[in-house]
């Protein structure tokens, strides 16, 4: 860490910038090749937040969709082989979920590119943390435990 002391405010706010989603242990499902690749998702969502609060939303915003397409591509079929392997009861409605965010993340991509509007996109993935990856993927959890 720079000293203190010898930086410039605007530095300063910089260093300290706030994450939208600070990650934490407890996010953890204990399956480590799935919780690092939350983790991605996370980071994408706070690199994607760290452009619209420094006004480069529209440089980033076109990488950030092509980075979370691909890596979706990845995380979905690492996600659904471990849940084939592990007989997984849900299995097929969880694959459903996963088409039903695929399209959605083609279509919202799309449109906010077109229109320029990063905050839909970021509207999108914030549902996708909260509404998926902290609900539905949990349930692999509470099954893993039983
Ligand atoms: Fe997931
Ligand atoms: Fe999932």
Known sequence: MPDQKKLTEAQHNLIHHNVLIMWKPEYNLGIPIVDEQHRGVVATINSLYYGMQNKHADTMLRPVIEMINNYTTIHFETEEDFLKKCGYPDL?????????????????????????????????????????ICKKDWLFRDYLLK
């Open 92 to 132: 097929e409605q969880h694959l459903e979920l996963h088409n039903e965010l695929k399209k959605k993340l083609s279509s919202v991509g799309k449109k906010s590119i077109w229109e320029q509007d990063p905050s839909q996109f970021m509207e999108f993935l914030k549902t996708w943390w909260i509404d998926h």
